[in-house]
Every structure is written in C-alpha cells, then in structure tokens.
C-alpha cells in the first residue's frame, strides 16, 4: 500500500503519519523496478503516472500569532462571519485599505526574492508569517475558513491555494505567492507567479500573459461600466495567446472582510452586470493556463485546487479601487509589477 494511503485510514494522526509522505529521488526508477515511494509496487503502477507533476509533502503545525496583533474574528475559530458591508468605501476605508495594500505588496515583494531552488514552500510561509507580523498586521489566510498557513503557495499545475509544504522548490518550476494582509481592520490581497531558476520558454511566456492579462483587466476599471467589461479584457488577451481562463475562481470585493459579495469574473459573461461606481474595491485576480480552464481537487486537502489536464497556470493579482476617472491599485505602490508590462 502506498504510504499515501494510510492518510485516509488514520485521519486523527495526520501530524504524525505526514511525516511520512516521500518526495521523488533526483533519479527516478525505471517502469518496472520498485517504486521509489516504498509501497513495494512497481514504479509504473504507482507513481509513475505523476511524474513531473506537484505532490504534497508534510505540513507543519500551525503559527501562532502574538497577543498584540489585531486578529480578524474567524482566526481563533476558523469560521467566517459575513455582514453587509457597503461596496462603496468610505474615504477612512480606502486610507485604511491603501495601507493593508501597501503591507501586502511589500511582502510579496520581499517574499519573491527568497524564491530560489531548494527552498521550500514552508520556509516561504515561515517569511511571509514573520514578515507580516513584523509590520504589524494579521496574515490573513491563517485559519480562513481553518486555511493551515498564513500564504498560498501554487507551483506549476496548482491552479490556487496550494497548502506551504516541506516541498522544496525545483529549478524549473513557477510558483505563485498569494499575500493578504489585515490591519486597522481591513485586508489587502496581492499575488504574483515567480520564475524558479531556469524556466522553459512556454512557462515564462504563460507567465508574461499571465501578467498581462491582469493589466488588461485593470485598465477595463471605469466608473459607470458594467463589471463584465475586467472579463471581457482579460479573455480576449488571453485567447489571443490560445491560452486558457479558469472560471472557477474568481477575483471578490474586499475591505473589513476578505472576500465581500462583488463578484469579478476573468472571462466574459453579460450577466455580470453591476455597474462599477467610485469607492468600490475588489481584486482581479485571473489564473491563465497552457491547456484546460477546467479545475479539479486530487489533494486530500480540500484548498488545492490543480488543471484538470495537468498544464501549467499561472495568476496575478491587484486589489482596486474604482476612481472618479478611472483605477486606482491598492497593492501596486512598492509592490510587485507596479506598472503594466508594456509601460515599464
Ligand atoms: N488570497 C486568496 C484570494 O486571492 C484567498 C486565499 S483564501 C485562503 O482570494 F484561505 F486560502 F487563504
Ligand atoms: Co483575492
Ligand atoms: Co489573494
């Protein structure tokens, strides 16, 4: 029996029984020897089939955060109150907003520039923890809806939310950071996809249009037009590139809660009707693919979520602000890509 498989037998161990979970050796077995794995079956019957694709390694115990940090209120139970809040903010808001922005664009930033190969997604989680603390704010992921770390880390295929792990980072691979931070009371949600060493040309350019494709949807943010018009910009860049959009995540409104009920699609449909108006905020956050939009969930983790195909995706994100003329980014200041690929 695989080892992996004794996780689902013996769930209330998984602390111990994770640490258990093997990574694949430089050198990987021929099809009929031994897998490398020790579940005494032969490598082609059993994890042959994911060569080259991400597998899950240990997860740490959860940080702590100090007494001092003002916590949002699911981080001591991990459930998520939801209230209406206005999708029009305050100028006290937006002030506060811009700050959480900033904090989160920072430690994106600084966070990128540990991401080299060996690392593991863990020790970048362990960064961005401190980091965040450092600065005075809350991580938000941590316990969000009983999320376990306080960054999402999604390499190659992982579409989103991929758990930090004892994975090190190989040379070759993209991984996404995805940074929130919450302070005076309100978030601020930034993510950029990052090369790991050397990284193939079709990887590098999923990662520009990746890029770009966000860019387009910030610029199609203007006041008094329908909020189909960020989808419809980001589609058609997209398809140009004969790349693909996933659908089933989607950027949210944001600002005292982390994801509000405004509702950004990254591809095209007429009923997303809201008109945008002056004062609302929300991210653009689209995730690009090299094959499928098509999502499924093979971790036993219930947050990773993978391409159906197994094709690389990469994403970027900016929380806005819609001005009286136009967009103004949150997280942009100091941060990562403060200025559109082509106006740099
Ligand atoms: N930051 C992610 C987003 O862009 C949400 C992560 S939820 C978490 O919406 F629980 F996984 F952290
Ligand atoms: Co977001
Ligand atoms: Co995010």
Redesign the pocket.
Known sequence: MAVRDLRHIVTSTVHLLVVLVPQPPQVLPQANDPCWCGSGRKYKRCHKPLEGRVLQGEVSPMRTVPAHIVRPSYADTGAVERWNESRVKDPDVIARMRRAGLIAAEILRAAGEIVRPGITTDAIDVFVHEATIERNAYP???N????P?S??TSVNEVI??G?PDSRQLQDGDIVNL???AYIDGVHG???ATFLVGDVDPASRQLVQVAEECMWHGIEAVRPGRPISDIGKAIETHAKKHRMGVVRA?I??G?GEQ??TDVQVLHYYDERASMVMRPGMTF?I?PMITLGTWQHKMVFDDD?TAVTADGKRTAQF?HTVLVTDDGVDVLTAPGGVSALAPWRR
């Open positions: 938000s992921p941590l969000y809806h009983g999320y770390k960054v999402c989103c939310h758990i995805d940074v929130t949600d930034t993510n995540f950027g949210h944001i982390f994801h991210t956050e947050w994100e």
